[in-house]
Every structure is written in structure tokens, then in C-alpha cells.
């Protein structure tokens, strides 16, 4: 089983600041990834999907990069709104696996 | 507007059994991987089931294989999640969602399970 290790779990970050978030695959995923973003109660919202693909609708301070195993979500100019915590996802293969999260709190 | 409603959550007992509901409307369903997700309290999405648009494959992860039967309907665009031998720890938020990897993506809103005598 393909197995998805997400980085920080947590981090701390002010308004404008720039936020990166990182997925490692245990294997080669290609670019079956996605970036979800969840705020408490409520369902998550895909933002990024095959990797680098902007959600219609989502900011495009959010971006996303990677193939193969290593994957990056970005935040150029985090807004108040942003404060979240953030999922990966692998959909390769026949297991699917969501990273552990990163939740984003203020400073 | 395209949205998918899951039904069916509820409290049940160790060892009992369970089926979720997903009503899918507004996108062309039979063509759509489905997946179930589940969040338990606290806790990370965590994948559960993913069934190809013809319901030829099925995919699980391993805690819940033997356990759980993920099926649907193209007809009534209906996806289901039966749940059998329940366990203390199935105890979550289930959701249904439509395919990763496309425009088309969706998630219902949620279905509570509490495995709980």
C-alpha cells in the first residue's frame, strides 16, 4: 500500500505570510494528488487536484507542485480566511491514502 | 447544481450493522469513481472505499476489508456502504465523494456513526 507522509502537522503563520505544506508518497503516485483544505464542522473543499490544477473558484495564492513522490502545496499571502488545516491525498493505484494533515494557526 | 447527500448514519451497537445512502444529482453519475471517506471525531480523513464507475472494482482499506460492502446503483444514481460487525472505533463522520482526479468533484455533507453500546 502506497503510504502519504504530510508535513508539518502544525505550524503557526501570520497574514501575508508565505505557507508551504509537503506530501511524500512511499511510492511513485504520478500526479494522482489532491490538496484539500477543512475548517472545523465543516466538509472538506478540494483545492488542487492532479497535482497542480487550481479548483475553479479558489484563489490563486494557493498553488501546487510535484510528480513522482514529493508534492507542495503553497500559500503566497496567507489571508485570515486561510487559517485551516490541510489534507493531502494519493489516488493512484488500489489504495487510496489522505496525508496526516497540516493544521495552519495563527501566530 | 451538482451535489451528493448521504443518509443513513445513526447509533448502533458493537457488532451490529449499518448501511449509508449517497444521492447523487446534477452530474453524469455513471460515469464517476465514488468514494467513501470518514473522519472520526478529532481525528483525519481517513479513506475507507472506492468503487469503478461500473461497480466491476472495489477497493478498501484494510481495516475495513471483509467488514464493509461498497455498492451502487447507476439507475437511481446511488452509492451505498454497508457496514457490518461494527466496531467501537468505525465511530465517525461518513462521507461520499465523487472522483478525485476531475472537474467533477463532489462530497455530500456527512453521515454520523456511533458505534456505541
Known amino acids: 500500500d502506497i503510504q502519504v507522509t504530510q508535513s508539518p502537522s502544525a505550524m503557526s503563520a501570520s497574514v501575508g505570510d508565505r505557507v508551504t505544506i509537503t506530501c511524500r508518497a512511499s511510492?511513485?503516485?504520478?500526479?494522482?494528488l489532491a490538496w484539500f483544505q477543512q475548517k472545523p464542522g465543516k466538509v472538506p473543499q478540494r483545492l488542487i487536484y492532479s497535482s497542480s490544477i487550481l479548483e475553479g473558484g479558489v484563489p490563486s495564492r494557493f498553488s501546487g507542485s510535484g510528480s513522482g513522490t514529493e508534492f507542495t502545496l503553497t500559500i503566497s499571502g496567507l489571508q485570515p480566511e486561510d487559517f485551516a488545516t490541510y489534507y493531502c491525498?494519493?489516488?493512484?493505484?488500489?489504495?487510496?491514502?489522505f496525508g496526516g494533515g497540516t493544521k495552519v494557526e495563527v501566530k | 447544481e451538482a451535489q451528493l447527500v448521504d443518509s443513513g448514519g445513526g447509533l448502533v451497537e458493537p457488532g451490529g450493522s449499518l448501511r449509508l445512502s449517497c444521492a447523487a444529482s446534477?452530474?453524469?453519475?455513471?460515469?464517476?469513481?465514488m468514494t467513501w471517506v470518514r473522519q472520526a471525531p478529532g481525528k483525519g480523513l481517513e479513506w475507507v472505499a472506492t468503487i469503478t464507475p461500473d461497480g466491476s472494482r472495489k477497493l478498501y482499506v484494510g481495516s475495513v476489508k471483509g467488514r464493509f460492502t461498497i455498492s451502487r446503483d447507476n439507475a437511481k444514481k446511488s452509492l451505498f456502504l454497508q457496514m457490518n460487525t461494527l466496531r467501537a472505533e468505525d465511530t465517525a463522520v461518513y462521507y461520499c465523494?465523487?472522483?478525485?482526479?476531475?472537474?467533477?468533484?463532489?462530497w455530500g455533507q456527512g453521515a454520523l456513526v456511533t458505534v456505541s453500546s
Open positions: 465523494a465523487s472522483q478525485f482526479s476531475s472537474s467533477s468533484h463532489f
Open positions: 491525498l494519493q489516488h493512484h493505484g488500489d489504495t487510496l491514502a
Open positions: 446534477g452530474f453524469i453519475f455513471p460515469d464517476s469513481w
Open positions: 511510492q511513485a503516485v504520478h500526479n494522482y
